[in-house]
């Protein structure tokens, strides 16, 4: 099954935890145009915000929503491998 952007962003920094957007392109191996975007769109959605964290970065996070939609997704593989 091949994923989508927003999946592999939210997979991604449900693992993670924090990144900058270059960060999050490099990983998921996509175009920063496209990871921008995708960003903004996350960020509408309640998915991700954008923050400044103490050491001065500015990061993208998962909002409580986000951490239960990768839990979907987590969850949703688990079935999928027992079918």
């Known amino acids: 099954m091949k994923m ?5 962003i939210i997979r991604y920094l449900g693992f993670i935890g924090r990144a900058d957007r270059n960060q999050i392109a490099n990983y998921i191996l996509a175009k920063q145009t496209v990871v921008t975007t995708r960003l903004q769109e ?3 959605s309640g ?9 001065g970065h500015k990061v993208w996070v998962l909002t409580q929503e986000g951490y239960r939609r990768c839990d979907y997704y987590e969850q ?3 079935r999928t491998r027992a079918d």
């Open 4 to 8: 989508r952007t927003k999946e592999k």
């Open 42 to 44: 996350l960020k509408h």
């Open 76 to 78: 949703r593989d688990k």
């Open 47 to 55: 998915i991700v915000q954008y923050m400044k964290w103490s050491d």
